[in-house]
């Protein structure tokens, strides 16, 4: 007799929180204000995790549950979506057991013994597109592989064997310059083990770099940067201890006694070539943008001066307040003797979520978007940040409504930086439904160019990608930089 269905009564499943658990296709979604621009061809992918069953743990967090990939496919000024579960090996066994098979965040020794040989991955964080292949990842296993037009999982894959680590990162960087890959793995041979592995991808998929190393610890390395010559990775103290782990533990502790350590691997070179930077006990989940400037390479982060996840306590269990994080500026010198770095503030506004013109990715730039003005009722903001100016343009979408992650998509593929649109995913908490707007990137106080509604609640999503209609057709993007 299968077991009755019940989610816990915490807050993570309250309101807006509420699993979705389902699956949805609508043709020709309602435009009700403005008009989708002229020209805006392509398929906007998210990634974000939803609950195929509880895991009857009080102690769930937000970024557990099963991948949930949702598409906005854009031609001729309509707009179809379409949501799929990631049928991972996880997804499969409990989909047959009708039941939740999976305990607590990453740790396989709180699972159901009849899932010892199952992996734990759920694809739940991004979606990626590369050398016409679209990929769901989650940072502790291999991609899964969906079909670009139905989202059906293709399966698990190392593509074709060119990924030597047991996982792949869930934040990788396409070029859409040079159509590379650029990639990592961290705790690359296992749960807890301290090793790192960049990867690169040329245009056609196949593997030109593979770099191993060391990392000072067994580190959460959830997103880094790259910029012509240097791979940036900063390892903050959220360490896994497999000890405490094996006790039916946290998969990662806070340790503010340790220190943030940033290694500059050598892009095209090998580990002899690594550089390395300490400072204070810092973390973060989400890089901007890096790139050089003489000497000096920057990364561009939301940067807490502190624990970026108050649920992961410290060894003792203490529990740290939370800290907003700040848009900062980290700068290592090339030519320095010491292996200090240099960190400033860019904003005065916290945020998260940080985008940029993806052509401007691993160059010099200009613009930032990212998600700002928390309210207290719940609600935030788009915002974009002019770096030569310092102005702060803004976007709201009212009362108790939240946006998600942002994604710009150039006007023309040679126009200027940040020459484009935005497309925002929106709760509308109010009304217990989404809608996805599109905004001028140059001027967002504008308002919505367009506003297309969801009859339905896209409950969440992390992270995704814009990919072109002629880039669907040959997996190739057609984005060139505009000459100076």
Known sequence: MSQPIRFPEIQLYAGWGEPMRTECTIDALEVIQGEIPAGLSGTLYRNGADRQYPSGREDDIFIDGEGMVHMFRFK???????????????????????????????????NDPAVAEVHNGTANTTAMFHAGHLYALKEDDLPYELDPDTLATLGRTDIGGQITATRFTAHPKVDP??????????????????????????????????IWFD???????????????????????????????????????????????IALVPRRGDASGIRWYRGAATSAGHMMNAFQQGNEVHLDLCLYEGNCFPFFTTPEGVETPP????????????????????????????????????????????HGYMIVYRGADGSSSTGRLDFETGKLDVWSPGPGDTVQECQFVPRTPDSEEGDGWLLVPVARVSKNRSDLVVLDAQNLAAGPVATVKLPVRVRSTFHGCWVPEETLETGLYPYKLRAA
Not at 178 to 192: R, S
């Open 76 to 110: 001729d000024g309509q707009v179809d979506y379409k949501s799929r579960w990631v049928e991972t090996d996880r997804f499969k066994v409990q989909a047959k057991a009708r039941r939740g098979l999976f305990g607590r965040y990453r740790n396989t020794f709180t």
């Open 177 to 210: 310059i040079t159509n590379e890959l650029l990639a990592f793995a961290y705790q690359a041979k296992g749960d807890g083990t301290k090793d790192i592995v960049f990867y690169a991808f040329d245009a056609k998929g196949a593997k030109t770099t593979e």
């Open 215 to 261: 990392m000072p610890y067994a580190a959460c390395v959830h997103d880094f940067a790259v910029t012509e010559d240097w791979v940036v990775f900063p390892f903050f103290p959220l360490i896994t201890d497999m000890e405490h782990v094996k006790q039916g533990g946290a998969f990662y502790q806070w340790h503010p006694d340790q220190e943030t350590v």
């Open 323 to 366: 800290v907003p994080p700040v848009l900062t500026r980290i700068s290592m010198d090339l030519a320095r003797n010491d292996d200090a770095f240099a960190k400033a503030p860019l904003m005065p506004v916290p945020c998260e979520m940080p985008r940029t013109d993806d052509r401007y990715q691993t160059r010099g730039y200009k």
